[in-house]
C-alpha cells in the first residue's frame, strides 16, 4: 500500500512561487500515473495536473497552463509542482494522488491513493 506525503506548501503574495513535493512509500511509485488536485473552501476536489509514470506525459487543466509544472524524479519516489505567478484564486488545499489505471485523468474516482493534501494561501 502506497503511502504519499505532500509538502511545500505556505502563504505566499498574489504573483509569487511555491514548490509542492509528493514523497511516496511503500509501493512501486515508479510505474504509476500520479496527479495533483486542489480544494478550495465550500468547492468540490477539482483537477490540477498530472504526469505519467515515466514523466514523459504531462496534463494540466486550463487555469494553470504556462503557471504550473508538474515533474518527477522517480529515483526519489517524489513528484512536484511547480506553481509560477500565483493568483488568490489558486489559494486551496493541495492534493498528490496515484492513478489507478485507465485513461481517464481529470476524475477523482481514478485515482486511489491521496495523501493529507497541503494548503496554499495566495494573498493579494
Known amino acids: 500500500q502506497v503511502q504519499l506525503v505532500e509538502s511545500g506548501g505556505g502563504l505566499v503574495q498574489a504573483g509569487g512561487s511555491l514548490r509542492l513535493s509528493c514523497a511516496a512509500s511503500?509501493?512501486?511509485?515508479?510505474?504509476?500515473?500520479v496527479g495533483w488536485f486542489r480544494q478550495a473552501p465550500g468547492k468540490e476536489r477539482e483537477f490540477v495536473a498530472r504526469?505519467?509514470?515515466?514523466?514523459?506525459?504531462?496534463l494540466y487543466t486550463d487555469s494553470v497552463k504556462g503557471r504550473f509544472t508538474i515533474s518527477r524524479d522517480n529515483a526519489k519516489n517524489t513528484v512536484y509542482l511547480q506553481m509560477n505567478s500565483l493568483k488568490p484564486e489558486d489559494t486551496a488545499i493541495y492534493y498528490c494522488a496515484r492513478h489507478g489505471g485507465g485513461t481517464t485523468y481529470r476524475s477523482t474516482i481514478m485515482y486511489d491513493s491521496w495523501g493529507q493534501g497541503t494548503q496554499v494561501t495566495v494573498s493579494s
Open positions: 504526469i505519467s509514470s515515466s514523466g514523459s506525459i504531462t
Open positions: 511503500g509501493g512501486t511509485f515508479s510505474m504509476y500515473t
